[in-house]
């Protein structure tokens, strides 16, 4: 293993701050200072022209080595695009000290340095900015060395430390993740993309000549607000999370603002629609934010190892290819080298499967196993009908119930999510369906409970260690920690305690008599931005999230040794294969999506296949038996 740390030009517009890494590493203003490495051998600081850098680079033979950084996803993607050295794999202490300390810790080399006693880290590089290399004196760039080095210290005793956490697949898809970003194999098709912006641009454009009214008037809430009250609309109103006082409701989110879109004033229709599509940018802005990548070559795709408290990934460098649109141009613009197609193989119902095997509801565990249509079945418990006779509108509600109302969604937002879904139903009967699947899956619920004793555990300082939910092997309550995993990173709940304020709210709204205080309890955790409200229907979401992750980290590394893996989405896992070799990829790829882990020989997997010459528009693989 070879620690290093690359010293780069910056100033006060051209800098990591104000640009993506991908957009500050190809720019014609990048500039490596110098770099510093540490190896068997010792230290040293290397510095000089470009071409004089590079084969000091050579001579390390760092393409037979293992690179350790801190923020591997900039300095590995300098080795790749600058340099052409591509390491056999990438350690980064930055990713590792957000799967151990938390997301929300703060993992910055200065504050981990002083959490950990391993050193402290300089100041030289404030110095730095707006200095290129032929602006240092000797001195000035002996003290940027020593600095560097430093750093690569530093790095080195985080890495010694942080290590013992993990186990060899973790840093295996620590390496995967990071090389999805330094080994850029996707194309964008940016002729496409200028098609589709002149589009968004023209529909816009529209939008607001059918309105007849101002863009300045579009986009001031106050000055809009007028407008709609003189036309005598109600205009709706919320509570800022900002400042906590009320303002206008008028953005893309906020329900009661886009249903006006139905008005029956078509000024009105017309003003909102061009409201929404003056104010929503996301897809303007990402297109050519893609157009430009593609100017500079192909997309590496930027992901965020154990960006969430689940351990899932998560989008980075201002391009979050996690929540493209099902359909989407974006999509169809990412293309497969020449002679490659994309295999998207994507798990099927996977948390609801988690769920199920992890509280012991076994007849929803079978169904899985069986290949019932799960969704149509619950419909015949809520409904009360043969599973022949349920219709395609109860089906959905089936679906809807499954898939969410697992964690503990009450009847009221349950009721709500119906109604922004199009499904008119009212408080009541949203009540009758969810004591219904309560009462039918009654061991999810039981599940809940466990978790909330849980919770009381953790808060009370109990130090006993028990097994949760039916699967010993699965997951453990750790105390003062949170839960144990599969993967051996703790689900963690720092500082958990009862939340006072909110425990005597729910008592004095209570109708029951008597009761224990500990009935009632609720809890809070302690996070970067303050404490978190956390509950057992909470919790169980958390576990089985983090329990797919777990699933997906392992088929991901399955088909890993096979094919080149070049995107993960939530529960997918998108590789590029041999257009020659597409059929019986796909029949493997499905294979070990279908594979049980270790921990759960007895959950029911399955998954969907699918491939295509672009991202967007792929065909389903049907396994052809003759």
Same mark, same amino acid.
């Given at each position: 293993?070879?620690?290093?740390?690359?010293?780069?030009?910056?100033?006060?517009?051209?800098?990591?701050?104000?640009?993506?890494?991908?957009?500050?590493?190809?720019?014609?203003?990048?500039?490596?200072?110098?770099?510093?490495?540490?190896?068997?051998?010792?230290?040293?600081?290397?510095?000089?022209?470009?071409?004089?850098?590079?084969?000091?680079?050579?001579?390390?033979?760092?393409?037979?080595?293992?690179?350790?950084?801190?923020?591997?996803?900039?300095?590995?993607?300098?080795?790749?695009?600058?340099?052409?050295?591509?390491?056999?794999?990438?350690?980064?202490?930055?990713?590792?000290?957000?799967?151990?300390?938390?997301?929300?810790?703060?993992?910055?080399?200065?504050?981990?340095?002083?959490?950990?006693?391993?050193?402290?880290?300089?100041?030289?590089?404030?110095?730095?900015?707006?200095?290129?290399?032929?602006?240092?004196?000797?001195?000035?760039?002996?003290?940027?060395?020593?600095?560097?080095?430093?750093?690569?210290?530093?790095?080195?005793?985080?890495?010694?430390?942080?290590?013992?956490?993990?186990?060899?697949?973790?840093?295996?898809?620590?390496?995967?993740?990071?090389?999805?970003?330094?080994?850029?194999?996707?194309?964008?098709?940016?002729?496409?993309?200028?098609?589709?912006?002149?589009?968004?641009?023209?529909?816009?454009?529209?939008?607001?000549?059918?309105?007849?009214?101002?863009?300045?008037?579009?986009?001031?809430?106050?000055?809009?607000?007028?407008?709609?009250?003189?036309?005598?609309?109600?205009?709706?109103?919320?509570?800022?999370?900002?400042?906590?006082?009320?303002?206008?409701?008028?953005?893309?989110?906020?329900?009661?603002?886009?249903?006006?879109?139905?008005?029956?004033?078509?000024?009105?229709?017309?003003?909102?629609?061009?409201?929404?599509?003056?104010?929503?940018?996301?897809?303007?802005?990402?297109?050519?934010?893609?157009?430009?990548?593609?100017?500079?070559?192909?997309?590496?795709?930027?992901?965020?190892?154990?960006?969430?408290?689940?351990?899932?990934?998560?989008?980075?460098?201002?391009?979050?290819?996690?929540?493209?649109?099902?359909?989407?141009?974006?999509?169809?613009?990412?293309?497969?080298?020449?002679?490659?197609?994309?295999?998207?193989?994507?798990?099927?119902?996977?948390?609801?499967?988690?769920?199920?095997?992890?509280?012991?509801?076994?007849?929803?565990?079978?169904?899985?196993?069986?290949?019932?249509?799960?969704?149509?079945?619950?419909?015949?418990?809520?409904?009360?009908?043969?599973?022949?006779?349920?219709?395609?509108?109860?089906?959905?509600?089936?679906?809807?119930?499954?898939?969410?109302?697992?964690?503990?969604?009450?009847?009221?937002?349950?009721?709500?999510?119906?109604?922004?879904?199009?499904?008119?139903?009212?408080?009541?009967?949203?009540?009758?369906?969810?004591?219904?699947?309560?009462?039918?899956?009654?061991?999810?619920?039981?599940?809940?409970?466990?978790?909330?004793?849980?919770?009381?555990?953790?808060?009370?300082?109990?130090?006993?260690?028990?097994?949760?939910?039916?699967?010993? $092997?699965?997951? @453990?309550?750790? *105390?003062?920690?949170?839960? %144990? #995993? +599969?993967?051996?990173?703790?689900? /963690? =709940?720092? !500082?958990?305690?009862?939340?006072?304020?909110?425990?005597?709210?729910?008592?004095?709204?209570?109708?029951?008599?008597?009761?224990?205080?500990?009935?009632?309890?609720?809890?809070?955790?302690?996070?970067?931005?303050?404490?978190?409200?956390?509950?057992?229907?909470?919790?169980?979401?958390?576990?089985?999230?983090?329990?797919?992750?777990?699933?997906?980290?392992?088929?991901?590394?399955?088909?890993?040794?096979?094919?080149?893996?070049?995107?993960?989405?939530?529960?997918?896992?998108?590789?590029?294969?041999?257009?020659?070799?597409?059929?019986?990829?796909?029949?493997?790829?499905? $294979?070990?999506? @279908?594979?049980? *882990?270790?921990?759960?020989? %007895? #959950? +029911?997997?399955?998954?969907?296949? /699918? =491939?295509? !010459?672009?991202?967007?528009?792929?065909?389903?693989?049907?396994?052809?038996?003759?």
């Amino acid at each position: 293993m070879i620690t290093l740390d690359f010293e780069t030009y910056y100033d006060k517009e051209y800098s990591l701050s104000k640009m993506t890494t991908e957009e500050y590493i190809r720019d014609p203003r990048f500039q490596v200072i110098g770099v510093g490495v540490r190896n068997k051998a010792g230290s040293a600081w290397i510095t000089g022209t470009d071409a004089q850098i590079a084969r000091e680079l050579q001579k390390l033979n760092l393409a037979d080595d293992t690179v350790l950084c801190h923020n591997t996803m900039f300095d590995g993607a300098i080795l790749g695009w600058r340099y052409n050295i591509y390491p056999v794999g990438y350690f980064d202490t930055l990713c590792m000290a957000r799967a151990v300390d938390g997301v929300e810790a703060g993992n910055s080399l200065a504050k981990l340095a002083e959490r950990y006693g391993v050193g402290k880290k300089g100041f030289e590089v404030a110095l730095a900015m707006g200095k290129r290399r032929e602006d240092f004196s000797e001195a000035d760039m002996d003290a940027y060395g020593k600095y560097c080095l430093n750093d690569v210290e530093i790095t080195r005793k985080l890495f010694l430390i942080l290590k013992q956490y993990f186990s060899a697949s973790e840093l295996r898809l620590m390496d995967l993740t990071i090389k999805m970003f330094t080994r850029p194999r996707i194309v964008v098709d940016a002729t496409l993309l200028k098609e589709h912006l002149q589009e968004l641009r023209d529909k816009k454009e529209k939008l607001l000549s059918e309105a007849n009214v101002g863009k300045d008037v579009l986009m001031s809430n106050e000055k809009l607000a007028a407008l709609l009250i003189g036309w005598g609309v109600d205009v709706p109103i919320k509570v800022s999370p900002t400042t906590g006082k009320l303002t206008y409701a008028l953005a893309k989110k906020d329900e009661a603002f886009v249903a006006l879109l139905e008005h029956e004033q078509l000024r009105v229709q017309a003003v909102v629609g061009a409201r929404l599509g003056v104010k929503s940018t996301l897809d303007e802005t990402r297109t050519q934010r893609l157009i430009d990548i593609s100017s500079r070559g192909s997309l590496p795709v930027p992901l965020k190892y154990y960006a969430a408290h689940t351990g899932r990934w998560g989008g980075d460098d201002k391009v979050n290819l996690q929540n493209l649109p099902k359909k989407s141009k974006l999509k169809e613009s990412m293309l497969p080298p020449d002679g490659y197609v994309f295999v998207d193989a994507d798990s099927s119902q996977i948390e609801a499967r988690v769920l199920a095997w992890l509280s012991g509801q076994m007849d929803l565990v079978d169904a899985f196993a069986n290949g019932v249509d799960v969704y149509r079945m619950t419909a015949s418990y809520l409904f009360n009908v043969s599973i022949s006779k349920v219709t395609d509108d109860q089906r959905f509600i089936g679906k809807t119930v499954v898939l969410g109302c697992g964690y503990g969604l009450g009847s009221k937002k349950f009721h709500e999510h119906m109604k922004s879904v199009g499904r008119n139903m009212d408080l009541l009967e949203a009540a009758v369906i969810i004591k219904q699947y309560r009462n039918t899956y009654p061991y999810i619920p039981m599940l809940w409970a466990e978790a909330d004793r849980c919770l009381y555990a953790l808060a009370s300082k109990e130090l006993k260690t028990s097994p949760f939910g039916k699967r010993p $092997n699965a997951v @453990r309550l750790l *105390p003062g920690i949170g839960f %144990d #995993l +599969p993967n051996g990173i703790p689900l /963690k =709940y720092n !500082d958990i305690e009862e939340d006072v304020e909110e425990t005597n709210k729910r008592q004095l709204k209570s109708t029951r008599l008597g009761g224990n205080r500990e009935d009632f309890m609720q809890y809070r955790y302690k996070s970067r931005n303050g404490y978190v409200k956390i509950y057992g229907g909470k919790v169980v979401e958390n576990i089985c999230q983090a329990l797919a992750r777990n699933i997906i980290a392992e088929q991901m590394l399955a088909i890993s040794e096979k094919y080149e893996v070049v995107l993960t989405v939530h529960d997918s896992v998108v590789c590029i294969v041999k257009k020659s070799e597409q059929e019986e990829a796909c029949e493997l790829i499905q $294979n070990f999506m @279908r594979r049980r *882990p270790a921990w759960a020989q %007895d #959950l +029911p997997l399955n998954c969907e296949v /699918k =491939y295509g !010459d672009n991202y967007g528009n792929t065909e389903k693989y049907v396994h052809v038996v003759v």
